[in-house]
């Protein structure tokens, strides 16, 4: 993950308790929370991505393309 | 690779291979074809493996993805004049930028097209792409919209290796980067701030 951006981001946290400014513990919190989720969802991304290009180098299954036997003659 | 229109020939790619894709591209631009087939040689399979995670699976049934992506690279190498490399990472991006516009405007073109329902499937969005079939329409409009939004560099970096899953050695070269270290260092980076770009498209608080 990227170090400086958490630093930069926690760095204004700090300076905040360091000054004697008040920290809305509750909604940095969520907001570390949202940031992951985010992450998590782009996670997921890679991996459809992954998973997409690993289907498209398989051959295609046809036993997945059969048409429906027709229906019989009554 | 199936055949196809451009005048395609592996052997001719050989003296050319090791090129960098930028001096290719000078190449193509002055006239030597020979740069093109080594171009759709290095680029068109990343191309078509990503168009299979994009492209609804219903619509698969309208377009073959191979001339898809084929016809639409070789358009864009067309275009080539308007078009200045920073890096060979940005011109996989301007292919990737292309294809994504055809997709979308085909599919727009499908939903006009009264009289098909294998098109009402594809514009109804009951026949996602597997991308979205996985995280969702919401999520996948917010991605797009969040990557307009980052420098060339970050958005090169999510998309060799997020959505082309280069390795960070490939990631390097593609990006002028000193390591593979400092390759995966730089996709990290445009990972979190793609993710606060998210949260801001979206409405949710960013950083």
Same mark, same amino acid.
């Given at each position: 993950? *990227? ?16 000054? *004697? ?54 | 690779? !199936? ?6 020939? &592996? ?26 087939? $080594? ?5 068109? /399979? ?11 699976? +219903? ?26 490399? @920073?890096?060979?990472? +940005?011109?996989? !991006? ?19 097209? /009264?009289?098909? @329902?294998?098109?009402?499937? $594809?514009?109804?969005?009951?026949? /996602? +792409? /597997?991308?979205? #079939?996985? %995280?969702?329409? @919401? ?8 990557? #307009? ?12 290796? %997020? ?16 390591? &593979? ?18 949260? $801001? +498209? ?6």
């Amino acid at each position: 993950m *990227g170090e400086r951006d958490d630093e930069a981001y926690l760095l204004k946290v700090a300076q905040a308790v360091v000054d *004697g400014n008040p920290v809305d513990w509750d909604a940095e919190r969520r907001r570390l929370e949202e940031e992951l989720a985010r992450l998590k969802e782009l996670e997921a991304l890679a991996a459809a991505h992954r998973e997409a290009m690993r289907a498209s180098l398989e051959p295609a299954d046809d036993a997945t393309e059969c048409p429906p036997s027709p229906a019989p003659k009554t | 690779m !199936a055949s196809h229109d451009s005048g395609f020939d &592996p052997g001719q790619a050989g003296a050319l291979s090791q090129e960098s894709t930028e001096a290719l591209l000078q190449r193509l631009k002055s006239g030597d074809q020979r740069a093109q087939a $080594v171009l759709v040689q290095r680029y068109l /399979p990343q191309l078509r493996a990503w168009a299979h995670g994009r492209l609804p699976r +219903s619509a698969r049934d309208l377009f073959n993805t191979e001339d898809l992506v084929q016809d639409t690279f070789l358009r864009a190498l067309m275009r080539l004049k308007s078009f200045v490399p @920073e890096t060979d990472g +940005s011109f996989l !991006a301007y292919l990737r930028q292309t294809l994504l516009n055809r997709i979308r405007d085909l599919i727009r073109k499908a939903g006009r097209t /009264p009289g098909k @329902e294998v098109l009402q499937d $594809v514009y109804a969005d009951r026949n /996602p +792409s /597997p991308v979205e #079939a996985a %995280i969702g329409k @919401e999520t996948l409009e917010s991605y797009d919209k969040a990557m #307009a939004t980052l420098s060339g560099q970050d958005q090169e970096a999510i998309m060799l290796r %997020i959505e082309m899953g280069f390795s960070n050695e490939a990631i390097a070269q593609h990006l002028g980067c000193p390591s &593979p270290n400092a390759a995966r260092m730089t996709v990290a980076r445009a990972l979190v701030r793609l993710a606060d770009a998210m949260g $801001v +498209s979206d409405g949710r608080a960013g950083r």
